[in-house]
């Protein structure tokens, strides 16, 4: 979704009393109201139903600015160590400028960034744009993403180790998939 298009989303929902806009000190926020609030259930419910049913996302639905905008809003600030941590994500099967990205974690906020922030990175992810996607939807489990190869993480053991405790889950990895159904066989004439 485009800047603008979202944009004009949020000041719809915003005039129906959906959420409600918040000016802090470094960005806006939007948070629902008790009519949204009063939504969330249906909307989580639609959300896993997509999740079960539309099946593989396709290459045109991938993003990284929309995944690692995710997962900054999952971050677990408390389970990070103290200070500023710095994780670096590099999307090998991803053109430039949108190869690389960066989460800077502080105890006080979490910021994302498309370029380098010129702070020392404690952890890097090397992935496929889609491999770490499936990992983020819950339909393979980090371990199971570096065991296939398609995610590999660089920086102190310790770190390395404790990297997918840092994020709360997405709400919608737990959602159970269907088992895949086998192909129709041809009826004999």
Not at 48 to 60: C, N, S, T, Y
């Amino acid at each position: 979704m485009s800047p603008t298009l979202l944009s004009k989303r949020l000041q719809q929902l915003v005039a129906a009393g959906v959420v409600e806009r918040r000016p802090t000190d470094s960005e806006v926020q939007y948070t629902l109201t008790p009519a949204g609030r009063e939504l969330e259930p249906i909307v989580v419910a639609l959300g896993a139903w997509g999740v079960r049913w539309i099946g593989q996302l396709g290459d045109q639905d991938l993003d990284p600015k929309l995944l690692l905008w995710d997962m900054h809003r999952h971050v677990d600030r408390a389970a990070v160590p103290g200070g500023r941590t710095v994780l670096r994500f590099a999307f090998h099967d991803v053109a430039r400028p949108l190869r690389d990205w960066w989460l800077v974690i502080t105890p006080e906020d979490v910021d994302i960034c498309d370029f380098d922030p010129g702070h020392e990175v404690a952890v890097t992810v090397t992935a496929s744009l889609r491999g770490l996607i499936r990992v983020w939807l819950g339909e393979l489990s980090w371990a199971d993403g570096m065991r296939r190869g398609d995610l590999e993480i660089e920086g102190p053991q310790e770190l390395r180790r404790a990297l997918p405790t840092w994020f709360r889950s997405n709400v919608f990895a737990t959602v159970p998939r269907p088992e895949p159904v086998p192909a129709a066989q041809p009826v004999p004439a």
